[in-house]
């Protein structure tokens, strides 16, 4: 009798919720990121442009890795990527004839989508 209350004490001890495995959740969340990208006067999708997402990994006994994804936008001023890690992640956007944009967004959804505006060049004579 005393071995079958010590098993079914630890089976419910196993089953309960652990703070532990809720912070390795937390830390393995990823999110699917859209990005669309349109021009500042129009609104015109600005199509072949490269965006550049970054962000830090962490490692144990190292400096943190920098990882970047170069993606590129379809004719529409659209990418996506998938599996990038809730957390800040620095998104750049580079295309010839517009001013480059960059700045840093908190990833806390499983899908969000960004929506950036490029402004137009200053003209310098």
Same mark, same amino acid.
């Given at each position: 009798?005393?071995?079958?209350?010590?098993?079914?004490?630890?089976?419910?001890?196993?089953?309960?919720?652990?703070?532990?495995?809720?912070?390795? #959740?937390? /830390?393995?969340?990823?999110?699917?990121?859209?990005? &669309?990208?349109?021009?500042?006067? +129009?609104? @015109?999708?600005?199509?072949?442009?490269?965006?550049?997402?970054?962000?830090?990994?962490?490692?144990?006994?190292?400096?943190?890795?920098?990882?970047?994804? #170069?993606? /590129?936008?379809?004719?529409?001023?659209?990418?996506? &990527?998938?599996?990038?890690?809730? +957390?800040? @992640?620095?998104?750049?956007?580079?295309?010839?004839?517009?001013?480059?944009?960059?700045?840093?967004?908190?990833?806390?959804?499983?899908?969000?989508?960004?929506?950036?505006?490029?402004?137009?060049?200053?003209?310098?004579?």
């Amino acid at each position: 009798m005393l071995l079958f209350v010590l098993a079914i004490g630890t089976s419910l001890a196993q089953s309960s919720t652990d703070p532990s495995k809720k912070a390795d #959740d937390a /830390k393995d969340a990823v999110t699917e990121l859209q990005i &669309v990208v349109t021009g500042a006067p +129009k609104g @015109v999708p600005v199509d072949n442009a490269s965006v550049y997402v970054r962000y830090d990994e962490p490692r144990f006994l190292r400096h943190d890795q920098e990882i970047e994804l #170069d993606l /590129k936008t379809d004719l529409k001023g659209i990418t996506r &990527v998938k599996n990038v890690p809730q +957390k800040k @992640v620095m998104i750049q956007v580079v295309k010839n004839g517009w001013k480059p944009f960059g700045q840093y967004y908190v990833l806390d959804k499983d899908k969000m989508t960004i929506n950036i505006t490029m402004q137009q060049p200053y003209h310098w004579y």
